[in-house]
C-alpha cells in the first residue's frame, strides 16, 4: 500500500498490541488487493452506560485507485478484539469482490439471459363498452314500496 494509513480512535486509549494487530490486518488486506492507496479505521469506544458502556464500533474505509471509497460498515461488538476482527473481515471480503468485478470475473445468471423490457400498452376502451357503461350507470332505481 502507498502509506496513507489514518487511524482515529475516540472514547478509550488503544493498547499497543491492537495498534499493532490493526497495522498486520492492514498490511493482511493488500493480499486481497495489492494497489490499495489508502484505508482509515475508526474505533470507537463505549458510551458511557451506566453499568454496562455499551458496545465498541470499528468503521474502515478503503481507498482504491479509480473508484470511490469503499466503506466497511461499522462493526459493533462488545469486546474491541472481536469488534476488529470483524470490521477487518468484512473488508477483505469488500476488496475481495471490488478485485473480481474490477477483472471482469463476475457474470450474470446464465440461467436467466437479460432481455429487453416490452413497452407497456394501456387499451382504450371500445366505444360500445362505454356506451354500455354509461347505459348501466344512469337506470334509474325503483321506488321504495
Same mark, same amino acid.
Given at each position: 500500500?502507498?502509506?496513507?494509513?489514518?487511524?482515529?480512535?475516540?472514547?478509550?486509549?488503544?493498547?499497543?498490541?491492537?495498534?499493532?494487530?490493526?497495522?498486520?490486518?492492514?498490511?493482511?488486506?493488500?493480499?486481497?488487493?495489492?494497489?490499495?492507496?489508502?484505508?482509515?479505521?475508526?474505533?470507537?469506544?463505549?458510551?458511557?452506560?451506566?453499568?454496562?458502556?455499551?458496545?465498541?464500533?470499528?468503521?474502515?474505509?478503503?481507498?482504491?485507485?479509480?473508484?470511490?471509497?469503499?466503506?466497511?460498515?461499522?462493526?459493533?461488538?462488545?469486546?474491541?478484539?472481536?469488534?476488529?476482527?470483524?470490521?477487518?473481515?468484512?473488508?477483505?471480503?469488500?476488496?475481495?469482490?471490488?478485485?473480481?468485478?474490477?477483472?471482469?470475473?463476475?457474470?450474470?445468471?446464465?440461467?436467466?439471459?437479460? #432481455?429487453? $423490457?416490452?413497452?407497456?400498452?394501456?387499451? /382504450? &376502451? +371500445? =366505444? !360500445?363498452? #362505454?356506451? $354500455?357503461?354509461?347505459?348501466?350507470?344512469? /337506470? &334509474? +332505481? =325503483? !321506488?321504495?314500496?
Amino acid at each position: 500500500m502507498e502509506k496513507n494509513l489514518t487511524l482515529v480512535v475516540r472514547g478509550l486509549e488503544l493498547p499497543e498490541r491492537l495498534a499493532t494487530e490493526i497495522d498486520r490486518r492492514i498490511a493482511g488486506l493488500e493480499h486481497f488487493y495489492p494497489r490499495l492507496i489508502g484505508c482509515s479505521v475508526i474505533i470507537e469506544g463505549p458510551g458511557r452506560h451506566h453499568r454496562t458502556g455499551g458496545p465498541y464500533a470499528v468503521q474502515i474505509e478503503l481507498r482504491v485507485p479509480g473508484a470511490e471509497p469503499l466503506l466497511v460498515a461499522r462493526q459493533s461488538q462488545e469486546a474491541i478484539e472481536r469488534a476488529i476482527d470483524d470490521a477487518f473481515d468484512v473488508a477483505g471480503r469488500r476488496l475481495e469482490d471490488f478485485a473480481r468485478v474490477q477483472r471482469g470475473k463476475v457474470e450474470r445468471n446464465p440461467r436467466r439471459p437479460s #432481455r429487453p $423490457r416490452r413497452p407497456v400498452t394501456v387499451e /382504450k &376502451p +371500445r =366505444p !360500445a363498452a #362505454r356506451a $354500455r357503461a354509461a347505459a348501466r350507470a344512469v /337506470k &334509474p +332505481r =325503483p !321506488a321504495p314500496e
